[in-house]
């Protein structure tokens, strides 16, 4: 049997055919790469659209802070704790972090505490309690603000206007000063700090380390570390003081204050003291020297012995004064015409008197 070569002739009559197998097989390839790219293209196209919403809300309006509503603030201002927080109408709501915003807040040294809530309508509410400053005062040549709790802040520019507030310390340069003063005002109403001008340090003969506080309307005051909340009563001792050249006084462990000469222009006095047998000074049971006294009628005129001198007050065991409750009566009665009480005895038979005489001590 003879065998016939196939030879590209014998194809030529079936092109077609071989071209839709080609064109088939391609269309197969297609279909399969579209479905394994499915899952992923569906992914995309979801991540593009979240995109797409979060940038049209993000450009828009409603996504913005439309109020920064702030409250607790006194000493600083309404701009200076916006400024703090990093908060205005052109922040984006979904990047404000209550959290994070109150504990940036509480790292400035006059806020004692913050807190920050996000509101309806896209509102943040900031809420501040304040340190209390006492005043300012000078450390070197550089201004701080001391406050209540013990701490002093470097006075910046955006404190200035707080000066104006709280008064000018001068001494109290030792630490423990420092703290018996900021104690002191522990229990001082705000509102009276504002008052006072000035606060130095003054010796007085009893309080080496006393209060001198010059209050704003020209008043001044001395009381010590343990005395000063008679401050909060200060308006209406001030409103029955009756001279404006007279100081008060709030002496320790005195639950009042008094009127009386201030210290520059009281007249120096010397006093007279009471001696022992020994010649020492007797002292009562303060502690303090027994101050002589004399007798004085009600308009402050002295009583005078038979020899024109003044009649002496006589003390007790303790050293206090021991005044005669009978003494106008005996004085008229000439009982002290040597300077202390002789009162006669009846006369006697034998012609003799006999009489007490009160000794001055």
């Known amino acids: 049997m003879a065998v016939r070569n196939i030879t590209v002739d014998d194809f030529s009559d079936r092109p077609e055919k071989v071209e839709e197998i080609f064109r088939e097989r391609e269309r197969k390839r297609d279909t399969e790469n579209m479905e394994r790219s499915r899952p992923a293209l569906f992914a995309w196209a979801l991540v593009l659209s979240v995109f797409l919403i979060v940038l049209v809300y993000y450009l828009s309006p409603g996504s913005c802070v439309h109020a920064v509503s702030i409250s607790g603030y006194n000493y600083l201002s309404e701009s200076y704790v916006q400024e703090l927080a990093g908060i205005s109408t052109d922040s984006r709501i979904f990047l404000v972090f209550p959290g994070r915003t109150a504990a940036k807040l509480e790292e400035d040294s006059l806020i004692a505490d913050a807190s920050v809530q996000i509101l309806a309508d896209n509102v943040v509410k900031i809420t501040i309690t304040e340190e209390q400053p006492i005043g300012y005062r000078y450390s070197g040549d550089e201004p701080t603000i001391l406050l209540l709790n013990g701490s002093e802040v470097t006075l910046t520019s955006e404190l200035m206007s707080l000066i104006s507030r709280v008064p000018y310390i001068e001494g109290f340069t030792e630490e423990e000063q420092t703290h018996l003063l900021c104690t002191a005002f522990e229990n001082v109403d705000p509102a009276m700090i504002e008052e006072i001008s000035?606060?130095?340090?003054?010796?007085?003969?009893?309080?080496?380390?006393?209060?001198?506080?010059?209050?704003?309307?020209?008043?001044?005051?001395?009381?010590?570390?343990?005395?000063?909340?008679?401050?909060?009563?200060?308006?209406?001792?001030?409103?029955?003081?009756?001279?404006?050249?007279?100081?008060?006084?709030?002496?320790?462990?005195?639950?009042?204050?008094?009127?009386?000469?201030?210290?520059?222009?009281?007249?120096?006095?010397?006093?007279?003291?009471?001696?022992?047998?020994?010649?020492?000074?007797?002292?009562?049971?303060?502690?303090?020297?027994?101050?002589?006294?004399?007798?004085?009628?009600?308009?402050?005129?002295?009583?005078?012995?038979?020899?024109?001198?003044?009649?002496?007050?006589?003390?007790?065991?303790?050293?206090?004064?021991?005044?005669?409750?009978?003494?106008?009566?005996?004085?008229?009665?000439?009982?002290?015409?040597?300077?202390?009480?002789?009162?006669?005895?009846?006369?006697?038979?034998?012609g003799t008197d006999s009489s007490t005489d009160q000794t001055d001590g």
């Open 198 to 350: 000035e606060i130095h340090q003054y010796s007085l003969p009893y309080d080496d380390e006393a209060m001198e506080l010059q209050m704003r309307d020209g008043m001044i005051i001395f009381a010590s570390y343990y005395s000063l909340d008679v401050l909060n009563s200060y308006n209406e001792i001030a409103s029955v003081v009756n001279s404006t050249d007279n100081c008060i006084y709030a002496e320790q462990g005195m639950k009042y204050a008094y009127e009386k000469a201030c210290p520059w222009n009281e007249t120096e006095t010397t006093y007279d003291y009471w001696l022992d047998a020994d010649g020492n000074i007797i002292t009562n049971r303060y502690g303090d020297p027994a101050v002589k006294h004399y007798y004085q009628d009600a308009n402050g005129n002295y009583y005078l012995d038979a020899s024109g001198n003044w009649i002496l007050i006589p003390i007790d065991a303790a050293g206090n004064d021991d005044p005669d409750p009978d003494f106008e009566a005996n004085y008229a009665a000439g009982y002290y015409a040597t300077g202390t009480l002789v009162i006669p005895d009846e006369t006697t038979d034998s």
